[in-house]
């Protein structure tokens, strides 16, 4: 047996006998070993998020917007808007919808026009580069008039929505 493999293998034996770590099955059947306090971490991260993104969207709608989960995504390779795909949530045994980018549609009437916004959440405020290419094609094509990203900010105890443009 080679060194890496034997190795590897014994790893294995290792993590199944710990309590510190579930064993879940990836699509091949090979067995992926998770550290419990990585799970747990991510659990209140997803669940913080979220909080944050309901948060946002109930400021956008009492400064007078109309908002709407957005849900398209764009292309990368062909350049053009599609539906988003739908994602499957093994915990809930539910299949989510929403998945698109950005997060929110916000539309406010100005006199006679509409002013068409496009809204991205992220509690630090930092996009991807392939969320970048998705708000530069946007503002390209002109889907969108502008395109706000919700940070956090913290004001004492009580986090605070900061906006900030996408240029």
């Known amino acids: 047996m080679k060194k890496e493999v034997k190795s590897k293998y014994i790893d294995n034996i290792i993590k199944k006998t710990d309590d510190k770590y579930e064993i879940s099955w990836d699509n091949k059947g090979a067995p992926v070993y998770k550290n419990k306090s990585k799970i747990k971490k ?37 350049k053009k808007l599609v539906k988003a795909k739908r ?12 998945t698109g980018f950005p997060d929110f549609v916000a539309i406010k009437r100005i006199g006679k026009l509409y002013n ?43 986090l605070d929505i900061e ?4 240029e």
């Open 42 to 78: 991510g659990k209140i991260s997803r669940a913080s998020g979220a909080r944050f993104e309901l948060k946002v969207r109930d400021k956008l709608e009492k400064d007078g917007w109309i908002v709407d989960k957005w849900t398209n995504n764009i292309d990368l390779e062909t």
């Open 87 to 98: 994602k499957f949530n093994p915990y809930f045994k539910a299949l989510s919808i929403g």
């Open 116 to 158: 068409v916004v496009g809204g991205e959440v992220k509690k630090r405020g930092y996009l991807d580069k392939e969320e970048k290419e998705k708000c530069s094609f946007y503002l390209e094509n002109k889907i969108f008039s502008k395109i706000l990203i919700a940070k956090s900010k913290k004001n004492g105890r009580s």
């Open 163 to 166: 906006y900030k443009e996408f």
